[in-house]
């Protein structure tokens, strides 16, 4: 009896794979390329063979990889006309853009881990895979192992997401876990990540955002059907937070979250894009995810509210996603077919931060006296944003007082044009702390 691959005239033929990487990522993806040779080729209906391995340095010890597949040519190992897929796991913008755009021309399908790269040139890399029949695929781009975003793709195709809020960077999710937890404050919480290897030796583009606004631009152009990219993705991170600002909020039920947000506009035609430190209720489930694993929280209109979770760094997550990807390139490659291209067909406006709604919690120092709250509530109402709560604390020996002001929902440039006035007014000494609030309504 003929098996389904013959039925379909599809050859039992070797897919050949290439790897441009051996470090943490590409050293765990060759061994379980040998390791569970036996198991991918019962998946895939073929044999994986791994042919050929970049690296920048030949004299570091590569265990598990054959020293006769090492090179230091990249573009070499690209060009080769028998490689089928390319891996990518070694990182930059560039050479890295101009060997996968020669792999994608020279009929190789590409599996990469590069949020940076996809963050700023995805567009481009997805229309040389268009044009040449082949598939770039980048599952282990965004949230390690979690499975996010062929569902974000695949399985909610026939849906409408409305929104996607996760936390997406497992360094700055531990940090703000210690400094929750134990108290501890931020340079001091740092530093014992780097002594672990959660945090690098800079760890600029995690603690400023850099690294979680690259995953939210892959996030809402999946998530929306439109083009969104880096530049698009209003970016802030953690260093600025205190110790004072974790207590605070943890008085008020609340943990503070780096959190990734993107969603459309009120008006339907656009999408805000935006990365920034947030005060999130503990009732919330992302409020329990805890040191460096990532949660991807998506709201869509038929299906709800869904939750991903899992680890989202690593050796071995990350190329568990890199495999999951090859399997389903390699079966594409034999069935003589790619999977779906770059859905932007929505057309979505990328819309500043501005027009983002939200709600904030704002921390005053202001004068004890008779008319001061009336002047801050009226300073509030002008522009158009209301308040929730109000706490107050009295120093009666300083003549001055704490506030600690809830809002309702208003778009980002009301609460940032109430914060600017507020600190004219007279009456305030300061504007110690300004958070905003997701996940509670």
């Keep these: 009896m003929a098996s389904a691959w013959e039925t379909w005239g599809v050859s039992d033929s070797v897919v050949r794979v290439a790897l441009l990487g051996g470090g943490t990522v590409g050293s765990q993806v060759a061994r379980l390329l040998t390791d569970s040779a036996d198991d991918l080729q019962a998946r895939v209906g073929a044999p994986l063979e791994l042919v050929g391995v970049a690296v920048r340095d030949l004299s570091k010890p590569r265990p598990g990889i054959p020293a006769d597949l090492l090179t230091d040519d990249p573009f070499a190992v690209v060009k080769r006309e028998d490689v089928d897929i390319v ?6 913008i560039d050479p890295t853009k101009e060997l996968l755009e020669t792999a994608l021309r020279n009929g190789a399908s590409v599996i990469t881990a590069n949020k940076a790269l996809l963050s700023e040139h995805g567009a481009a890399l997805h229309e040389i895979a268009h044009e040449n029949g082949v598939d770039l695929f980048y599952e282990a781009a965004v949230a390690g192992a979690i499975p996010l975003l062929r569902p974000l793709r695949e399985s909610l195709a026939g849906d409408q997401v409305q929104r996607v809020l996760g936390i997406v960077n497992g360094t700055t999710n531990y940090i703000l876990t210690k400094m929750d937890e134990e108290g501890a404050d931020y340079g001091e919480v740092l530093a014992e990540a780097q002594r672990l290897g959660y945090a690098e030796a800079d760890p600029t583009a995690d603690v400023e955002g850099h690294d979680a606004a690259a995953k939210a631009a892959i996030l809402a152009t999946l998530a929306f059907h439109s083009s969104v990219t880096l530049s698009d993705v209003y970016c802030e991170g953690i260093s600025s937070v205190t110790l004072r ?59 709800g509210q869904m939750m991903f979770y899992g680890r989202g760094a690593g050796g071995e997550p990350t190329a568990s996603a890199v495999l999951g990807d090859l399997v389903t390139a390699a079966r594409n490659r034999r069935a003589g077919a790619a999977g779906q291209a770059q859905s932007v067909y929505a057309g979505l406006q990328p819309r500043p931060i501005g027009e983002a709604v939200t709600r904030y919690t704002v921390n005053l120092d202001v004068a004890d006296r008779p008319g001061v709250l009336a002047q801050i509530a009226t300073c509030f109402g002008d522009h158009d944003v209301s308040i929730q709560t109000v706490r107050q604390d009295t120093d009666e020996d300083t003549g001055r007082a704490a506030l600690l002001i809830r809002t309702h929902s208003a778009t980002e440039a009301a609460l940032s044009a109430t914060v600017t006035a507020l600190r004219d007014l007279d009456s305030v000494n300061e504007v110690v702390a300004v958070m905003r609030v997701e996940g509670d309504e």
């Design 245 to 303: 600002d974790v207590e605070a909020a943890k008085d008020l039920g609340f943990v503070i979250k780096l959190l990734a947000v993107a969603e459309r506009t009120p008006d339907g035609q656009g999408v805000v894009t935006r990365v920034h430190p947030a005060m999130v209720a503990r009732s919330h489930p992302l409020a329990s995810v805890r040191d460096a694993f990532n949660a991807v929280f998506v709201e869509a209109e038929s299906a």
């Design 87 to 92: 891996v990518e796991v070694m990182g930059g």
